[in-house]
């Protein structure tokens, strides 16, 4: 399923985006607070296995692009991580740095929020942000998430929002 933002379209991912996404994706510097993928064949391997669970979950990240221009500047969405198991669904975004600080993130976040609250019934997802990007922090709130804990063996903080209820009008 494809979805349109006011400013975005996320689509899922095709093998001909993977060079596209490695521009940011295996950028240590871009990924500094995440996994950054050491090689072209490292990050075709993380979408393909993301794409692999969307045929069993029935979603996973999309690659983010401009409505304007079709130019790809992101990765995201929701997702059972299959490299690090165990947390439920959760939401993660990834944007080329060119793109840092103009909305896009919070856009995407709440894309899936409505995605998870009114197609997927989904009782709750979480996020996973690092303390010191106050960025990534200050997205989760603008989507309804809350602090949870710190997890130690992460060095994460471990955030968690509700299902929130479309309310009837009568």
């Given at each position: 399923?494809?979805?349109?933002?006011?400013?975005?379209i996320?689509?899922?991912p095709?093998?001909?985006?993977?060079?596209?996404?490695?521009?940011?994706?295996?950028?240590a510097?871009?990924?500094?607070?995440?996994?950054?993928?050491?090689?072209?064949?490292?990050c075709r391997?993380?979408i393909a296995?993301?794409?692999w669970?969307?045929?069993c979950?029935?979603?996973?990240?999309w690659?983010i692009?401009?409505?304007?221009d079709g130019?790809?500047?992101?990765?995201?969405?929701?997702?059972?991580?299959?490299?690090?198991?165990?947390?439920?669904?959760?939401?993660?975004?990834?944007f080329?740095?060119?793109t840092?600080g103009?909305?896009?993130?919070?856009?995407?976040?709440?894309?899936c929020t409505?995605?998870?609250?009114?197609?997927?019934r989904?009782?709750?997802?979480?996020?996973?942000a690092?303390?010191?990007?106050?960025?990534?922090?200050?997205?989760?709130?603008?989507?309804?998430?809350e602090m949870?804990?710190?997890?130690?063996?992460?060095?994460?903080l471990?955030?968690?929002?509700?299902?929130?209820?479309?309310?009837?009008v009568?």
């Open positions: 399923m494809n979805i349109e933002t006011a400013r975005l996320l689509r899922r095709v093998l001909a985006d993977v060079p596209k996404l490695f521009e940011f994706l295996g950028d510097e871009a990924m500094r607070y995440t996994h950054a993928d050491g090689s072209l064949r490292a391997r993380r296995v993301h794409e669970c969307r045929r979950t029935g979603y996973a990240p690659t692009g401009m409505k304007t130019r790809i500047i992101g990765w995201g969405g929701l997702y059972d991580d299959p490299f690090e198991p165990g947390w439920g669904v959760e939401i993660g975004y990834y080329h740095p060119s840092w103009r909305g896009y993130a919070t856009e995407l976040a709440i894309a409505a995605l998870a609250d009114h197609v997927l989904l009782p709750e997802i979480r996020a996973f690092r303390p010191e990007n106050a960025a990534s922090r200050r997205v989760l709130a603008k989507a309804g998430f949870v804990r710190f997890v130690p063996e992460t060095g994460r471990l955030y968690q929002r509700g299902r929130q209820h479309q309310s009837s009568v």
